[in-house]
């Protein structure tokens, strides 16, 4: 079965660092472009960035850029996202999910992410 | 702000057709893909391409795309398809995603 299973809820306090992970199965992870997806509570779908396995320098939308960092490490099939600094407006579900014939036909489950002090 | 425009909500009477728009300069250029997201879950992808539907993907489910404007249809509504739905493409750069600002759909 095909399937991104992402890493746990977090809670964690206004300027902490975090680094949230998605494995992939299934499928041949080097080949697929792995992104990411916020969804703050109530609101709707923000792409966030993409990574390609085979290449370390991840792609950012203007909104992103500068304030989280895409990595994967293709040799434990896995995606990453990262923040130094989080602050209260980081709080949201982040999902990642597959690109295929630029669509997202995979998703991982969502991790939620709370930010307060 | 997204490029992607949708209207916010509509309704549909159980067994009725339904059409979601998704309005935005990059669907002149970009195929756009579809996406159910029900309460409490990730999104599902429904529609992708030139009218394609992922296995296990109902047939009621069907895309299309003129100019600027992409739709949504749904042919017979049922009520699981009671949902948010969300549009995505190439933002006119090219370079990113963008998603659109999704719809409510109710099943009366």
């Known amino acids: 079965e095909v399937q991104l299973v992402q890493s746990g809820a977090e809670v964690k306090k206004p300027g902490e660092s975090l680094k949230i992970s998605c494995k992939g199965s299934?499928?041949?992870?080097?080949?697929?472009?792995i992104g990411w997806v916020r969804q703050m509570p109530g609101r709707g779908l923000e792409w966030m960035g993409i990574?390609?396995?085979?290449?370390?320098?991840?792609r950012y939308s203007p909104s992103f850029q500068g304030h989280v960092t895409i990595s994967v490490d293709k040799s434990i099939t896995t995606a990453y996202l990262q923040w130094s600094s989080l602050k209260a407006s980081d709080t949201a579900t982040y999902f990642c999910v597959r690109e295929y014939s630029q669509a997202f036909d995979v998703w991982g489950q969502g991790t939620m992410l709370s930010v307060f002090s | 702000s997204s490029e992607l425009t949708q209207d916010p909500a509509v309704s549909v009477a159980l067994g009725q057709t339904v059409r979601i728009t998704c309005q935005g300069d990059?669907?002149?250029?970009?195929?756009e893909s579809w996406y159910q997201q029900k309460p409490g879950q990730a999104p599902v992808l429904v529609i992708y391409?030139?009218?394609n539907r992922p296995s296990g993907i109902p047939d009621r489910f069907s895309g299309s795309s003129s100019g600027n404007t992409a739709s949504l249809t749904i042919t017979g509504a049922q009520a699981e398809d009671e949902a948010d739905y969300y549009c995505?493409?190439?933002?006119?750069?090219?370079?990113?995603?963008?998603f659109g600002t999704g719809t409510k759909v109710t099943v009366l």
């Open positions: 391409g030139k009218n």
């Open positions: 995505s493409s190439r933002d006119s750069s090219g370079s990113h995603h963008v």
């Open positions: 990574i390609y396995p085979g290449d370390p320098d991840a």
């Open positions: 299934g499928y041949n992870f080097s080949n697929y472009y």
């Open positions: 990059s669907l002149r250029i970009f195929y």
